[in-house]
């Protein structure tokens, strides 16, 4: 199953957070994605994410994408399914210029250097980069890399065993929000996804994933800091974190160690890259809502932060959409997913 794309008019992307599974459904309208539908269910009562294979948390969730499918009554039979981020590999080679069938056989030999697996156990996928007029007179060529577990595969296949829409791909979450947020705006961009649980650091260049990191912080960790700083309950956190309370400045101000590790690693990335030069530090995901964010981000990296809009690439009815707009930052990975089988004709 390959890593990267195909076409279809309908197209449903299924993201699997740690809080809830979201969906969004879109029809290509006259060479523009159109949002057709979306949905999301709750599993934070399904029990906490084991840390190994566990047959009967999968069928709760299964059970949970089936309700949700019920719901949404997609009018496609096929899904693209994300892959977290922390489960899969993005790099980018750097080959001497060859054909096709011989830069197949070159990854072969390329992926032992930096897969930590036997590649038996890995889905192996690449692509040639685009290359500017300059670059195409030198001898070599750069090649995106991306590989994830053959179990992950096996692991989604099994949730949609027994409902009656199959999965037509799997995508690694890196891909998904660069295509709903960045999508092919030239420049080099930083985007930072905030989970329940993980953040995804992604630096793109030319609309393309040059670097993909997790780090084990997201918005669990910052109403955990809000807890112990107010001395409050983890529901009157949430409470106040969804009433737009401003934590960053005022009364109400409170640390975020973990934070300031994100921004250490944001730090890292652009150091290992050897250039700090961004268009902008793109804030993504449900945690990237947190008032004040990014402001405080902006301030502890000196870089110039703004949030993304996963909205941006899509056709939706403003009046009749429901709360899609509000909501966007959660649906951002689900949105890319969606996008993956549709070219965008300006």
């Known amino acids: 199953m390959s890593l990267f794309s195909s076409q279809s008019d309908y197209t449903l992307g299924v993201d699997f957070g740690t809080q809830s ?19 999301w269910v709750n599993v934070t009562n399904v029990k906490e994410v084991p840390d190994t294979y566990d047959k009967d948390y999968a069928k709760r969730l299964s059970d949970a994408l089936r309700e949700l499918f019920v719901q949404m009554k ?18 980018v080679v750097e080959f001497p210029r060859m054909n096709e ?13 930096y897969i930590p697996a036997s590649l038996d156990e890995v889905n192996v996928s690449w692509e040639v980069l685009p290359e500017t007029d300059e670059e195409k007179e030198k ?19 099994g949730l949609f065993s027994d409902i009656n829409i199959s999965i037509e791909a ?4 890196s891909f998904a929000l660069t295509r709903s947020i960045i999508g092919k705006s030239l420049g080099r961009f930083m985007l930072v996804d905030f989970g329940a649980k993980t953040t995804n650091i ?36 949430l409470s106040l974190k969804e009433s737009g309370e401003n934590f960053f400045g ?13 921004a250490n690693e944001i730090k890292r990335v652009l150091s290992d890259q050897k250039s700090d030069k961004l268009e902008s530090l793109v804030l993504c995901g449900g945690g990237s809502q947190f008032v004040g964010l990014p ?14 809009n996963p909205l941006s690439h899509i056709l939706y009815d403003k009046k009749n959409s429901g709360s899609i707009e509000e909501m966007s930052g959660s649906f951002a990975v689900a949105i890319g997913l969606a996008l993956r089988n549709m070219e965008e004709k300006k």
């Open 250 to 262: 005022g009364a109400a101000k409170v640390g975020f160690p973990s934070l300031n590790y994100v």
């Open 21 to 39: 599974i979201k969906a969004i459904e879109l029809k290509k309208v006259k060479g523009k994605a159109q949002l057709v539908n979306y949905g």
């Open 139 to 157: 001898p070599t060529m750069k090649v995106l890399l991306a590989a994830a577990p053959k179990s992950e595969v096996q692991y989604y296949d």
């Open 74 to 91: 997609p009018h496609t039979k096929k899904a693209t399914v994300a892959i977290p981020s922390f489960n899969g590999l993005v790099m």
């Open 295 to 308: 402001e405080y981000l902006g301030k502890i990296t000196g870089l110039n932060v703004v949030l993304g």
């Open 170 to 173: 799997l995508e690694l979450e």
């Open 101 to 113: 069938k011989d830069i197949a056989s070159a990854i072969k030999f390329e992926s032992r250097k």
């Open 202 to 237: 992604i630096l793109i260049e030319d609309g393309v994933v040059h670097v993909s990191r997790s780090v084990d912080i997201g918005g669990a960790d910052m109403t955990n800091a809000i807890m112990k700083s107010m001395n409050i309950t983890r529901e009157k956190a």
